[in-house]
């Protein structure tokens, strides 16, 4: 009897060490997901642009926006998406918010040089409508 409650306890012990050695085991991470995901966003993003293209097109500036926050929302990180937020902030009269969107988006945009020059035209473009508006 003794030594079938020593087998026991030896495979309780045995089990719960394997169990606890599975639930602290880290979960390898898959490539494939990272990209299946970055895929997704980037499709998100394509057609929300597709959108805000056609909603540019219509003067519909409220929309466009709208559309590209949530495109942000997928890609807050994106530089070009930023752009064309402040894009659309300037054809709304928004100017101290449009040059405070293409700030973000050089920050974003550190070695794209054309991104750059485009961001800092539209600073001061939003800068002088701004002083001529007062």
């Not at 085991?25 to 898959?30: G, L, N, S």
Request: aromatic residues 2%.
């Amino acid at each position: 009897m003794a030594f079938e409650m020593n087998c026991v306890k030896n495979i309780i012990i045995v089990l719960s060490l394997l169990l606890s050695a599975c639930a602290s085991a880290p979960q390898p991470e898959t490539p494939m997901m990272d990209i299946k995901s970055d895929q997704d966003a980037h499709r998100a993003t394509s057609s929300l642009l597709a959108k805000v293209d056609s909603e540019e097109s219509a003067q519909n500036w409220e929309r466009a926006a709208a559309l590209l926050e949530r495109a942000l929302r997928i890609e807050p990180r994106n530089a070009q998406l930023w752009h064309r937020l402040a894009q659309v902030r300037l054809q709304q009269g928004q100017y101290h918010l449009a040059e405070s969107l293409a700030k973000k988006s050089s920050a974003l945009a550190r070695d794209d040089v054309e991104l750059q020059e485009k961001n800092t035209r539209l600073q001061k473009q939003a800068r002088a409508l701004a002083t001529e508006g007062r």
